[in-house]
């Protein structure tokens, strides 16, 4: 069965580090690949999305993630994290065939001041 | 307002009570999805539907009952609330399922608590 892995769960850092959060998927067929960002007590909305064309996506507020198919990964970064960047960043993926999303289990992105 | 609504926002239930999550788009968008977000497992997909009157089971579909009569609504029901249905329930929609524009939006989420 398909998955989509999400190695850190817990992710601590200061401000201005830089960020790199790792997303890996089972799936061989072709791929959509989706981050979606859930700041506090709010709901899920996209950070950036991998239909087609150039592996390297830029999104929303300075993020981007980068598509390596030899390694099924699709590792969203940033170069210098925010206070305001404090949220869970969920890696989703759909495959040619499936009904919907297959989300990651989230990683917890905590920046300190 | 435009976008996707949930409600309740909050909800505290009993054992063995029905319970309905209300879910509204005003995009048309044809597909609308359930997902229930728990801690360790992200979200997992519930029910599904492609289009008024065709649903479909998702990852997680026992106990849980969906409609979808008109295009813009699609409530949750669980029929018999189980203390391990406590969860934050998500309602999304998008204007497709595969390709471009298939990104799913999110409504703000209904917090379900069985006690």
């Known amino acids: 069965a398909q998955s989509v892995s999400q190695h850190n769960h817990h992710v601590i850092l200061s401000e201005a580090a830089s960020l790199e959060l790792g997303c890996n998927y089972s799936?061989?067929?072709?791929?959509?690949l989706f981050w979606y960002v859930q700041y506090p007590g709010q709901h899920l909305q996209l950070l950036l999305k991998?239909?087609?064309?150039?592996?390297l996506v830029k999104g929303i507020k300075g993020f981007e993630a980068e598509f390596i198919k030899s390694k099924f990964s699709f590792n969203l970064r940033k170069p210098s994290v925010q206070w305001s960047d404090t949220a869970e960043y969920f890696c989703?993926?759909?495959?040619?065939?499936?009904?919907?999303?297959?989300f990651g289990s989230g990683t917890r992105l905590q920046v300190q001041p | 307002d435009a976008g996707i609504t949930q409600s309740p926002r909050y909800k505290i239930t009993e054992t063995g009570r029905q319970v309905t999550l209300m879910c509204h788009q005003t995009?048309?968008?044809?597909?609308m999805f359930w997902y229930r977000q728990d801690l360790g497992h992200g979200l997992r997909l519930i029910y599904y539907?492609?289009?008024?009157?065709?649903?479909d089971k998702g990852e997680v579909p026992d106990g849980y009952v969906v409609s979808r009569s008109k295009t813009e609504n699609f409530p949750l029901t669980l029929e018999s609330a189980t203390r391990s249905q406590t969860s934050v329930y998500f309602c999304?929609?998008?204007?497709?399922?595969?390709?471009?524009?298939?990104?799913?939006?999110f409504g703000p989420g209904t917090r379900l608590t069985v006690l």
């Open positions: 799936y061989g067929g072709t791929v959509n």
């Open positions: 991998y239909f087609s064309g150039d592996p």
């Open positions: 989703a993926v759909f495959a040619t065939g499936r009904r919907a999303l297959t």
């Open positions: 995009w048309s968008h044809s597909y």
């Open positions: 999304a929609s998008s204007e497709r399922l595969a390709g471009s524009y298939n990104e799913q939006f």
């Open positions: 539907s492609a289009a008024a009157d065709i649903t």
